[in-house]
């Protein structure tokens, strides 16, 4: 199952208008989301299309692995172990990095 996130984009691009800019910047991105206890899922980026797989991908130039600890630490220490970060850890840290920026600028709900 393939889900669009060019909406989400959309959404968030026009909450930060350098999100937009800093994500291009080192697209594409092909990487693997390996949750811990569910099946690795990848994620696709680039200029025309953003897509969230639920399958792996058969190429991609980093492997996410997120468990308890590892998600914690992104969002309060906003670190991530270098073991946690297999393949292209400078594009990992980028896309991570971004992120990050697009959390701590985008409005609260209370706001």
Not at 18 to 23: G, V
Not at 52 to 57: D, G, L, R
Request: proline share 5%; with cysteine; aromatic share 10%.
């Amino acid at each position: 199952m393939d889900i669009s996130l060019n909406t989400v984009l959309k959404e968030a691009y026009e909450v930060s208008s350098s999100f937009k800019e800093r994500l291009e910047n080192i697209y594409p991105i092909e990487c693997n989301l390996n949750f811990s206890g569910l099946p690795v899922m990848s994620l696709y980026l680039d200029h025309h299309e953003q897509t969230f797989k639920a399958s792996a991908s058969k190429k991609p130039q980093f492997t996410l692995i997120i468990d308890a600890n590892t998600s914690w630490n992104l969002l309060k220490e906003r670190t991530i172990p270098s073991n946690k970060i297999n393949g292209d850890s400078e594009r990992a840290l980028m896309f991570l990095i971004i992120l990050t920026c697009l959390l701590y600028t985008s409005p609260s709900p209370r706001d």
